[in-house]
């Protein structure tokens, strides 16, 4: 399937606050060093580079949960992203570079109002070892990038504190895939939801494919736009050492690429989140340019061109 070319817009978002550890404000210098920008004008699309984005300020903020951390730190990014990502969704295919992934809770609910205003069905493919499905108050940890799908899906325990929704983001409309590590609160949470769930038991018992042709159909049949939440940990840290919650037994390196040449053929993508590299904690810029090699998967480098037919 041939695709014209995309407007891309990158727009930098250092937010390391949700995270449990220092280092994750480097992920967009370390992506910017690895050339995303290259990788995707070599492949026919136009990149501007939206710079980097700075938070609201931040206001006092207090819950009850003694555990969370920097609460009104991340409602202040959250509050500035919102509005950056209904801006930037205007025009071309935004991408969002972290930063810790509490990033899309600021990037989801601007591109769901952006949806919203197209008049157009809005899906979510969450590609990461964790739901990230607390509340604030079923988190132990505190870490806040631990939240933003039970936020932008529109879970309560949000009110009053992280931004009101202009738009919740129906679960149905919501898959998750990679998902390995899940605790109790969460557990019992995502019984009660109707995302479709796609663990790493599903992907080796079906193959990534076909669990992913089925999600990719529907956002067709509902002529729908589709954001790609691209978690580091979603890939196995054997390949991706750059993460600060690494957790085995993640997709290969065949996997991940041929999920981004999926979602590329589809032609439904029209943004993406890239969060929760860790520069400090990678090797000699493996884990970014890995990313940068699949981010061009995504924007049609393939080893042939499958247009023509199969080689022999």
Request: net charge negative.
């Amino acid at each position: 399937m041939l695709h014209p070319p995309l407007d891309c817009k990158i727009l930098a978002v250092p937010v390391q606050e949700g995270a449990g550890r220092m280092g994750c404000e480097m992920g967009p210098a370390a992506f910017r060093a690895a050339d995303l920008a290259g990788a995707i004008t070599e492949l026919g699309h136009s990149v501007r580079d939206l710079g980097t984005l700075l938070p609201a300020q931040p206001r006092r903020l207090h819950h009850d949960n003694p555990a969370l951390e920097h609460l009104p730190e991340v409602v202040a990014w959250i509050e500035a992203l919102t509005q950056a990502a209904y801006e930037a969704s205007a025009e071309g295919f935004p991408i969002f570079v972290g930063g810790d992934h509490s990033l899309a809770a600021g990037s989801i609910p601007g591109l769901a109002r952006r949806a919203q205003a197209l008049g157009k069905p809005f899906f979510v493919l969450w590609l990461d070892a964790h739901p990230d499905f607390h509340t604030l108050e079923s988190t132990t940890s505190g870490h806040l990038h631990g939240t933003p799908v039970a936020y932008f899906t529109g879970l309560k325990s949000f009110d009053g504190i992280f931004p009101p929704l202009p738009v919740p983001v129906d679960p149905k409309n919501v898959c998750m895939m990679g998902i390995r590590s899940v605790d109790a609160a969460e557990r019992a949470a995502l019984r009660e939801t109707e995302m479709t769930i796609h663990d790493m038991r599903a992907i080796d018992d079906h193959g990534i494919a076909p669990l992913l042709s089925a999600f990719l159909k529907r956002v067709e049949e509902a002529d729908g736009l589709l954001h790609v939440s691209f978690d580091v940990d979603f890939l196995d840290p054997s390949i991706a050492p750059g993460v600060g919650t690494p957790v085995v037994g993640g997709p290969t390196l065949r996997e991940a690429h041929l999920l981004m040449e999926m979602l590329h053929e589809s032609g439904r993508v029209t943004s993406l989140d890239l969060v929760e590299l860790n520069p400090f904690l990678d090797e000699r810029g493996r884990t970014a340019l890995l990313m940068v090699d699949l981010v061009g998967s995504l924007m049609g480098r393939s080893i042939l061109d499958r247009s023509k037919g199969t080689y022999r």
